[in-house]
């Protein structure tokens, strides 16, 4: 893999290539009619209202792009409670900025994401309804069925870096550099499967997602390792206590800069930091060196941290490889259980 540019691996190419028929699905294709006509309808509203020009749009306004963006996808915050809790003059200025300003596309967002109840999600359906060939539409679970690992997420994120020219990453929100970071990711999909449009590209993903869930006459159908190592992630950053007890998640995919992305950074009562690492395949030697480099990046932050590596299985050579640092990391094994019944019990 090229340590300078963001490629998808083997088996993540092989996913896309077979998600790629998706494209052809009859709903894909009804989604794409909504979505055009949404997209058409955010444009209709600020073009009457006039609002590159420097006229303000009113909540009733609002109340419609509202729905026109969550029409590309769900999102409870799009309602005009984010109008009340930021003051209408307030969105409006940032959306102007954000749409039409001169900065930099990192500061513009940068300064939206300082609205209240504004994420990564709601910046990049505004984004991609202003223009959709050029602007990413990025959910949770679509951008979590590609299963990257953290070398991945390290290159794209120096990639962002490099190409929207952030030379001091801390001065951003870390939303802001999760956007940047993800865009590269969905441009290599739209460039490598030739699609036009990025809500087309959102909505193969959609289907994939989808297709991960179907059950079929009480089986539950899962796709290779996607879905169980992505799953095993968020199942860890949502219940960090089942690693250790006390514990609380930071944030999953932590950047640290030069160092990397950490697949999870915890914190336990005391203010102790441990970077959570999955192997997903990794090599041993490699999984120990990238902890054992979340846990120096902490440390110059004057973060005091450990490491905990999450496996499937015992592993020799990892045994042997975190020997000597044995109290800085430990490993913790995993195990999968699937059951099902033809009666809910409640606990």
């Known amino acids: 893999m090229n340590e300078d540019v963001f490629t998808f691996n083997g088996e993540q190419k092989a996913n896309l290539d077979d998600w790629k028929q998706f494209l052809q699905d009859e709903r894909l294709h009804a989604w794409g009619i909504k979505e055009n006509e949404a997209v058409k309808s955010f444009h209709d509203i600020l073009h009457q209202a006039d609002f590159e020009g420097g006229h303000d749009l009113s909540i009733e306004q609002f109340d419609i792009i509202f729905q026109s963006l969550r029409t590309l996808i769900s999102n409870r915050t799009l309602t005009r409670n984010l109008c009340n809790i930021n003051g209408l003059a307030n969105i409006n200025s940032k959306l102007r900025e954000l749409l039409f300003g001169k900065n930099p596309l990192a ?86 499967l030739k699609i036009d449009l990025y809500t087309e590209v959102n909505d193969m993903l959609w289907l994939a997602v989808l297709s991960t869930q179907q059950e079929d006459q009480g089986i539950i159908q899962y796709p290779t390792s996607v879905g169980l190592e992505k799953d095993l992630r968020d199942h860890l950053a949502a219940n960090p206590g089942i690693i250790l007890k006390g514990l609380s998640t930071v944030k999953k995919e932590y ?50 941290s450990k490491g905990i590596i999450i496996v499937n299985e015992p592993d020799k050579r990892l045994n042997l490889a975190i020997e000597p640092v044995s109290d800085l990391i430990k490993i913790k094994y995993y195990k999968v259980k699937f059951e099902l019944s033809d009666h809910y019990e409640s606990e």
């Open 107 to 192: 500061e513009r967002i940068d300064q939206f994401l300082e609205l209240n109840r504004v994420r990564t999600m709601t910046v990049s359906q505004f984004l991609c309804a202003f223009n959709p060939e050029q602007y990413p539409e990025i959910g949770a679970r679509t951008i979590d069925i590609l299963n990257l690992d953290s070398e991945q997420s390290e290159i794209a994120f120096r990639q962002a870096l490099k190409e929207f020219n952030i030379t001091s990453p801390e001065d951003y929100f870390n939303y802001t550099l999760e956007y940047l970071t993800n865009m590269i990711v969905f441009r290599e999909i739209k460039n490598l």
């Open 255 to 304: 950047h640290m800069g030069d160092a990397g992305t950490a697949d999870i950074l915890c914190q336990d009562a005391k203010g102790n930091y441990f970077v959570i690492e999955t192997k997903k395949g990794r090599e041993s030697d490699k999984v120990v060196g990238q902890t054992l480099r979340y846990i120096a990046a902490l440390a110059r932050d004057g973060k005091k």
